[in-house]
């Protein structure tokens, strides 16, 4: 005879997989417009000399090579993680101690 405030209470340790799912995209969402704001940032900084109604070919190439080599560093930094996390998932566990 189980209420329905029992049975989820004791259901609180499972997760609906739909739900789960929808957080998963949109944390994923979330991490593409972090990126996308700090190459942004980083871009600018390093590419913009002065704000002008024109951006000149010098700027236009330095925002070119420098958005190219965000990705590239990017996707070298998740392959290691992902790398990392596959060849140790020890580490995971340590972290919910």
Same mark, same amino acid.
């Given at each position: 005879?189980?209420?329905?405030?029992?049975?989820?209470?004791?259901?609180?340790?499972?997760?609906?997989?739909?739900?789960?799912?929808?957080?998963? #995209? *949109?944390?994923?969402?979330?991490?593409? %417009?972090?990126?996308?704001?700090?190459?942004?940032?980083?871009?600018?900084? @390093?590419?913009?000399?002065?704000?002008?109604?024109?951006?000149?070919?010098?700027?236009?190439?330095?925002?070119?090579?420098? #958005? *190219?080599?965000?990705?590239?560093?990017? %996707?070298?930094?998740?392959?290691?993680?992902?790398?990392?996390?596959?060849? @140790?998932?020890?580490?995971?566990?340590?972290?919910?101690?």
């Amino acid at each position: 005879m189980d209420s329905p405030s029992s049975s989820s209470a004791a259901g609180l340790g499972t997760v609906d997989p739909q739900l789960q799912h929808f957080i998963e #995209v *949109e944390t994923q969402k979330q991490r593409f %417009q972090q990126l996308v704001h700090q190459m942004t940032e980083l871009c600018w900084e @390093k590419c913009m000399d002065k704000p002008g109604p024109k951006l000149d070919s010098r700027a236009e190439a330095c925002f070119v090579n420098c #958005v *190219e080599r965000f990705i590239d560093t990017s %996707q070298f930094i998740l392959n290691r993680l992902e790398q990392t996390q596959k060849s @140790k998932p020890v580490f995971s566990e340590s972290l919910s101690d």
